[in-house]
């Protein structure tokens, strides 16, 4: 500052002009500064104001020119001390100012904050209130339900009514996983095995909530299976069935739509000449139909739309209808020599029948056009009793004249399920990377090519998402597709060339029913009965029409 600049000016020229008269005033010099001493206890502006009186008492000792200097020089520092403490007093003002303000803005901040406690106190007395209503509501409900119903049934009844579940779907598990927001893209993965020693060509293992299960597949006799378990087209149609199913009752429980039974319907009918080579440019999957038979109170327009919606957005359609990335991967090493039933068999060749084979090859040939088609269908069932212990679909799946089997699938509990089976996805693509290992090793057969091992890792991208029909956008294009990025990563061990083993997965991706279906648009068709079950007349029919054409 400027006034310290003055300070320290003033400061130098006293002592210049004390060293000028130091001789003649040195006595006086010495009872001044003895005056000063003595004032030592005062502080601040007084204390100064002290010594700069004393100074001028000291100057009138002195010579008139150092008298005239030292008076001069006193009153310049008393005008300096005076304006900094003005500028003290200013700025302790300030301090007191900004002090205030400090203490009011904290004071109006802790009102805000004890009207917020306040209002929120009120709101919890509020809610604790309506609880007690509502549990109060709840016992009259409960004792007037005793008329009715035993202790049990109304213990469900009241599970389901504070799970919000309708139709066997928690539709309020559905509207929490909405709200979340949650990324639920997964990746769903399975292993599969082909067998050379065993009555079934191939299984897997899917894994739920409670269990897991060994799922077992083989081909027909007709192409050289033994006919000991369902084929991977009855998976598929089995998957598809379920999806579609699934689907459709998940429409109708989040728009309210009570269903008493439900029964699907699924047919896929297959170019049998494409599988055995006769004809290599046809459609190797010709229709897909599904039919769906309700009954319900509810109105039959809202049915019939929900099926609608149901045909736009089920995941495993929009599979059928759209074009899947797909990838294929196959690792060979050196091949183990172990027994097999080809062993001593000249009729058996990678656990497939190439008798069986070769017959209905020539047969396939000679009859032409009415022979050419095989229908594999499923019935299943839904269960909408609301059980939390069973699955919600379930079918069974005839495999031979006396054996059949049964299949299970449930939902995910995020999306409305328990989760006491596997889910449609596993199940669907466990029947596409089955009918691809079989479609291989049948390739294989025909080219005379003995594997030695032949096993497969696949999997699918499933956006979960996009598993929910309210949360997609139909009009958007590709805005509910669902499953992407397939991929296939085969293991085989042959003696043979790898030239020759990559023309035989290609023969075998060329020949599978899931690879076309990824690829390819197929002809879909989709049907409801409301409150009219599927009389005999038309499953006598539907079975008569897929014995003809096998």
Request: with cysteine.
């Amino acid at each position: 500052m400027n006034s310290n600049s003055d300070a320290e000016n003033f400061f130098s020229d006293l002592s210049d002009s004390t060293e000028h008269s130091h001789t003649s005033t040195n006595t006086n010099i010495s009872s001044s500064t003895t005056k000063s001493k003595v004032r030592t206890n005062k502080m601040g502006y007084d204390q100064v104001l002290d010594i700069v009186n004393s100074i001028s008492q000291t100057s009138e000792e002195a010579n008139e020119e150092v008298q005239t200097k030292i008076k001069k020089d006193c009153n310049e520092m008393k005008r300096l001390l005076k304006v900094i403490r003005e500028e003290v007093v200013e700025k302790t003002k300030h301090l007191q100012t900004e002090k205030t303000q400090i203490l009011h803005q904290d004071e109006q901040k802790l009102k805000k904050t004890k009207r917020k406690l306040k209002k929120k106190t009120s709101e919890m007395k509020d809610i604790v209130h309506l609880k007690e209503e509502l549990f109060r509501e709840n016992t009259r409900l409960r004792r007037k339900l005793k008329e009715f119903l035993t202790e049990e049934e109304v213990s469900e009844v009241a599970k389901n009514l504070q799970q919000f579940w309708i139709n066997h779907i928690n539709v309020g598990k559905i509207r929490q996983t909405l709200e979340e927001k949650k990324n639920l893209v997964r990746r769903e993965s399975l292993h599969l095995q082909w067998f050379f020693n065993k009555r079934h060509q191939f299984e897997t293992k899917l894994f739920h909530s409670k269990d897991s299960i060994t799922l077992r597949a083989d081909t027909s006799k007709n192409i050289g299976g033994h006919g000991s378990a369902p084929t991977p087209v009855e998976m598929i149609a089995f998957s598809i069935g379920s999806q579609f199913c699934h689907t459709f009752v998940h429409i109708c429980s989040l728009k309210g739509l009570k269903l008493k039974e439900l029964y699907v319907e699924s047919i896929i009918q297959t170019n049998m000449k494409r599988v055995l080579g006769i004809e290599e440019n046809e459609p190797l999957v010709t229709m897909i139909k599904l039919t769906l038979s309700v009954k319900t109170d509810a109105n039959e327009q809202k049915i019939k739309e929900a099926c609608k919606e149901a045909e736009m957005t089920c995941p495993i359609i929009q599979f059928i209808k759209g074009t899947i990335h797909c990838k294929t991967k196959i690792s060979e090493k050196k091949p183990m020599r172990f027994q097999s039933r080809s062993e001593g068999n000249s009729h058996v060749l990678n656990n497939i029948y190439t008798k069986n084979l070769k017959k209905y090859h020539n047969k396939i040939k000679k009859q032409g056009i009415k022979a050419e088609l095989k229908s594999s269908v499923v019935h299943g069932s839904w269960d909408c009793t609301n059980n939390l212990k069973t699955s919600q679909f379930k079918a069974i799946v005839n495999y031979s004249k006396r054996e059949s089997a049964v299949w299970e699938t449930d939902t995910l509990p995020e999306f409305g399920g328990t989760f006491n089976a596997p889910t449609n996805f596993q199940l669907f693509l466990a029947g596409i990377g089955s009918c691809y290992m079989s479609r291989i090793a049948l390739a294989a057969t025909m080219n005379n090519v003995k594997l030695d091992e032949l096993s497969l890792d696949c999997g699918i991208d499933v956006d979960y998402s996009k598993f929910i029909p309210e949360n997609i956008h139909v009009k958007e294009k590709n805005g509910n597709q669902c499953l992407d990025n397939l991929e296939f990563k085969f293991k085989i061990l042959s003696s043979c060339e790898s030239k020759l083993l990559k023309k035989i997965e290609q023969q075998g991706a060329n020949k599978c029913l899931g690879i076309f279906i990824a690829k390819n648009s197929v002809p879909l068709s989709v049907n409801i009965h409301v409150n009219e079950t599927l009389d005999e007349k038309y499953l006598l029919d539907s079975k008569k029409e897929s014995c003809d054409i096998m």
